[in-house]
Every structure is written in structure tokens, then in C-alpha cells.
């Protein structure tokens, strides 16, 4: 497929309100995509009315939460069955403490929204696009999804889940018009440590994480080149390519320094 900006054509974005999400829906709308955006917050709306109010195009507001049983249906009665051109895939959240130590339903809320309500959102509008033969995914997964997440670890474990079945669907497509590319983000500067209860944590008081609107513009340029994946930063693609080398029980106790709780 040509590398056309979809001018006009609807961009669906979860997790919007702030972050990754939210300058991925700035891509979107400068390149004249009207868009649902939607989060499980208020602050979704100011974020509509901001993008709305940059760019000549309809933004219409969701607030849904994804991660309920019904979370993703009333976002398809939404969509109402309109051709969908770009679906960015970014809502998720994160879980700080040991496992054993997590209240088990808020586990569970992690891996409804990161996995279960990304798998039926994908599953319903990819094959919307496949039967038009036209469309983009981008699915935020993260460098996590290469890591044994120490005092992450059902965080980590749902990105790797994310970054394989990324890649397993885009060679499914390959013989579409459809693409799928994963966006693999390392630490970014967005409210995901304060929600995930991290910031007593190293990778939490860290001041070098990344600029959302960086991160955002690595993801958007793939997905509209049609490539299979990007790691957004130098610092991020020399540690997957670690990942790839070094034995997992080391990566795991080089996560714990990173993620353990300082209160331990």
C-alpha cells in the first residue's frame, strides 16, 4: 500500500487522554483523521476539545472503561460500523509490587485492559479492515514484553503477549493491505508510574524518561511506512538487543533493581 496520509478517514485511539495516546491522536488529526479517542477518565474530553480546537477535524470523546466486560462493545457501537483507517491500540496500565502481594482483582483489571480488551477491539475492527482491504493497527506493546518484569511481572508478561501477537497478525495480513506494527516504548514520561503506584520505585524517579511526543511520532511514521515494529530510543533498542543475549534469569534481577519498591 502506498504510504498515503489518510486525510478524511476515521483513527480510533484507546487510551488517550494523556501520553502516548494523546499525541498519537495529534498525529492523526494533523494528517486530518477525525477521531474517537477514548479512556476510562473525564480528562478525555479536554483532550478532545484540544485537539479539536489545533486541528480542523471531529474529535468525538469516549469515556469508556475498557477493561469491564462491556468496555469494548459500547466502543463498536460507537465506531457504528464505519470504515476504520487507523487503530492505535494504546490503552494499558501497569501494577507495582511483587505478585504475590497485588490484590488479585486488580491483576486481573491489568490483564483485562492490556490483553482481553485489546485482543476483542483488534478482533472486531481488523476484521472490518480486512474485509476492505485497507487499514493500519498500531499496537502499543513495550520494550517490557523482552524483560521478565520483576515487580512488573504481569505487566511485562501482557507486553509480551502484545509484541508477539503483534507480529504473529501482521503475517496473517501479509497478503492484505492491512498492516500491523508494534510500537516498543522503554520508560516514557506519562502518568502510567503514578496509576501503576511506581514512583518509589528506580525506574520510577528516573529523570530521563521519554518524550511522549517522541515516542508517539516513532510510532505513527512505522505504522504509516507499514513496518513491523519500532523500538523508540537508542538506550531502548541497546537493551532489547541485550535481551536477546543474555539469560533470563539475569534480565530478571536487572528489572528487580529497576522496578523493586524502595520501601522493601
Known sequence: MANDRTTGGLAVVTGASTGIGYELARCAAQDGCNLLVVADEKDIEGAAQEIQSEYAVTVTPLQIDLAAPRGVDKLLVAIGGRNV????????????????????????????????????????????????????????GSIAGFLPGSFQAIYNGSKAFLDSFSYALRNELKDTDVTVTCLMPGPTDTEFFVRGDLLDTA???????ADPAKVAKDGYDAMLGGKPGVVSGLMNKIQTALAGVLPDTMLAEMHRKQAEPQHH
Not at 88 to 111: C, H, K, P, S, T
Not at 125 to 140: A, D, E, H, K, P
Not at 203 to 209: A, R
Open 203 to 209: 525506574v520510577g524517579q528516573d529523570e530521563h524518561k
Open 85 to 140: 483507517e487507523l487503530l492505535f491500540a494504546n490503552a494499558g496500565r501497569g501494577l507495582g509490587e511483587g505478585f504475590l502481594d497485588q490484590d488479585l482483582d486488580e491483576v486481573q483489571r491489568v490483564i483485562d485492559l492490556n490483553v482481553t480488551s485489546t485482543v476483542r477491539l483488534i478482533h472486531a475492527v481488523g476484521n472490518q479492515m480486512r474485509r476492505s482491504n485497507r487499514g493500519r493497527i498500531l499496537i502499543t
